[in-house]
């Protein structure tokens, strides 16, 4: 997909502050640091749009990027964040609970992990509940230019085996850095687009 146009359309954290205009969407979520900020803004073509959500202190949002005006890139805020107060995981816990539950222009999720290290407990429990709520999960493998390129098929089989992923599962490796995998990512959710 060629991407013409981008915008911050809409942020919060309840329904009613979410777009009304029933665009498809399609959600990224991911550790904190993953680089999941890295990866929007080289799918949007964009130096900084999306910001680092991470960041101590900063409202949790989910943020709505438009793309040329026919959907929107949905950006989940990290979880993981080994600072963050309990009260702020519980929110985090029950706004993307009810996102995921009820957001009906939501056709699938891309689920960002870090190609270096085997998936930890948080992603594979991200993993299980969006299939438990039946999305379509396509993988994206991040930073894959940190590591040597004969070693990427090893890591990819490493997080294919830790998150129990089925043949037909997508996995691609991303480098934000060399801006591979952009196009890949796009193929993939295309699929998705009406
Ligand atoms: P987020 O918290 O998931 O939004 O992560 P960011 O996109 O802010 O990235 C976290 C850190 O990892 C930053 O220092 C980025 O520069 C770095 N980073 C993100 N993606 C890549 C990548 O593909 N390659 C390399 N080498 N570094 C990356």
């Given at each position: 997909?060629?991407?013409?146009?981008?915008?911050?359309?809409?942020?919060?954290?309840?329904?009613?502050?979410?777009?009304?205009?029933?665009?498809?969407?399609?959600?990224?979520?991911?550790?904190?640091?993953?680089?999941?900020?890295?990866?929007?803004?080289?799918?949007?073509?964009?130096?900084?749009?999306?910001?680092?959500?991470?960041?101590?202190?900063?409202?949790?949002?989910?943020?709505?990027?438009?793309?040329?005006?026919?959907?929107?890139?949905?950006?989940?805020?990290?979880?993981?964040?080994?600072?963050?107060?309990?009260?702020?995981?519980?929110?985090?816990?029950?706004?993307?609970?009810?996102?995921?539950?009820?957001?009906?222009?939501?056709?699938a999720i891309i689920l960002l992990i870090?190609?270096?290290?085997e998936p930890?407990?948080?992603d594979i429990m991200m993993y299980d509940w969006l299939k438990h709520y039946g999305y379509d999960i396509i993988i994206a493998a991040?930073?894959?230019?940190?590591?040597?390129?004969?070693?990427?098929q090893k890591h990819l089989s490493v997080i294919r085996k830790t998150l129990g992923l089925g043949p037909d599962d997508v996995l691609i490796p991303?480098?934000?850095?060399?801006?591979?995998?952009?196009?890949e990512l796009?193929?993939e959710?295309?699929r998705f687009?009406?």
């Open positions: 997909m060629e991407v013409k146009q981008s915008s911050l359309a809409a942020v919060g954290t309840k329904f009613s502050q979410y777009p009304t205009d029933g665009k498809v969407e399609i959600a990224f979520a991911g550790k904190s640091n993953v680089g999941k900020s890295t990866l929007i803004n080289a799918m949007l073509g964009r130096k900084a749009l999306a910001r680092t959500s991470s960041q101590p202190g900063k409202t949790r949002t989910i943020n709505f990027y438009d793309v040329n005006d026919c959907m929107y890139v949905v950006d989940l805020p990290g979880y993981g964040y080994a600072k963050a107060p309990k009260t702020e995981i519980a929110k985090w816990g029950m706004m993307i609970e009810e996102y995921l539950q009820k957001r009906e222009e939501l056709r870090d190609i270096r290290h930890g407990k948080n991040t930073k894959s230019d940190k590591i040597n390129r004969s070693q990427i991303f480098s934000g850095e060399k801006k591979t995998g952009v196009q796009w193929a959710i295309e687009l009406d």
